[in-house]
């Protein structure tokens, strides 16, 4: 297995404010390694908290980190231009409501990253719409609407197809699930799984689930206070957990119908 | 906002669109409208559609309105104690009051925008500096203000525009600021940041489409406080010189005539009323009408 993501001694400590007063703390975060296979998922698990959201944003791009290195395939990610990086890592945020521009047309949400990344011609910008488009599951006859005339499940694929649009290797998905009903939700994991099957892009995912953590993952990470507890592959994980820690957050999640 | 015309034919509007079908609905604000381009049309051509030069003194003073007993046509609204036309004078004064109230809401929102906008996309030390300076420049009243910077350049209409402008530029900064800030930290923002948007198109398809409520709404209170301003300082005579008659000068210079031609004192204040009720009811019907797009 050829590996993807290399993340070493990664750290993001906060100073504490200088200004009078203040109130905010935060718990540092790491050192944290790990690595990501190519075409494998990577579930992150942990309490709320724990820095799984800082480890993923550092790893989008979003926050600096304070030490530590990132490679991706071998090359260290500070040494890629901001359009290598886009091509390389993309993300698609929780709530698709709140990560589509509501003042803009599908169509444009779909353009801009092409338009900001490659050098393609309107000609090419056209046809990898329209196959990204396919690979979703929309019809191209939604590019002129705005988001909020889309149902919730068109939305996430229109945030999918935003992240797909560039053929990145590694997609970054923020708890994506979360907002959607269940059979909905399914539909969006088979959905993320043919995507894999089809173009061997590798996710990291933020897990809350751990049925549809255990049902996705090839690799699961445990975080507790910024630090990994647990890094092994999901059928050890989920059959023969190490850490009390571990054992606990598994059993606090208990299938919902049970509840 | 999809809409269906009689046969089943759907049209995909602009939210822009949409916002205008939604304020066509509303009657007042139409009527508003009109009334408002009136009056812009008015401060445009002022100089062509005068009916006397503002400077002409004929014999007879204190004329009424041409309505009232003793008035004639050839001053609608009567004369002044120098036997100047009394229409003349009230449509170059809305010339200079209405027309100085556009201009400098204008040079005050581009000038507030593009300072707004790179404190806000800025971070560390000068977006604080730019902060806390624009904080303890809020404390100062704007008429206040505006005074103390006419004491320093001299009384003239020009060097009102200006102070006027200086006074209320601090406070559309700091508006622009937290509406820039707030939207900042939308996802759809940091979405487009990640597919590696510079902040120009940051700002021009993220950011402006998305605060189109707050900035109709706050240019409506700077461009009413400027028209209050002006006035307020042709009033106090800080604002012009005795050649350029602003509506609040002309009150002044006529205020000791208040019993005996009341219509000289009446007419520049009907005037400053209907402007300043004219241009809200408009703005208040957009903003609504942006609202209820966005509610959608």
Redesign the interface.
Known sequence: MQTLLNVSNLCKNYKRSARFLSSGFRAPLGPISFTLGAGQTLSIIGESGSGKSTLVQII???ISPSSGDISIKGQPLCSLS??ER?RAI??V???PS???????TIG?ILT??LE??TDFNKQQIKEQIQETLALVGLLTDYL???P??LSTVQQHQVALA?AMILNPDIIIADEILATLDISLRFKIVNLLLNIQENKGTSYIFVGHNMNLVRHMSDQVIVMNNGLIVENNNTAEIFNTPQTDYTKHLLLSHQPDYRK | ??INYEFNEDK?QS?LQYTWSIFKRNNIAIAAMWVAIILVMIVIFAGYILPNTPTTQVKQLLLPPYWIDGGVSDHFLGTDDLGRDTLTRLIQGIQLTLGGALLLTLIVSILGTIIGATAALTKGLKASILHHFLDALLIIPTLLSALILIAIFGPSYENCLIAVSLSLLPQFIRAIYINIENELN???I???R????ANI?LLR??IF??ILESMVSLLNRIFSLAILEISTLGFLGFGTQFWDVELGALIASSIGLIFSSPWLVLFPGIAIFIIVLVFNVFTEGLRHAVIEG?D?
């Open positions: 989008a791009g979003l901001q359009q886009c993309r993300m945020f929780q709530d709140s990560s589509l521009n509501p003042k803009v444009r801009a990253p900001l990344n002129d609407f705005y909020n005339m935003r | 906002m999809l995909i939210p939308k996802q759809y940091i979405a487009l990640l597919d590696g948007a198109r398809f993220g489409p998305n966005e959608e």
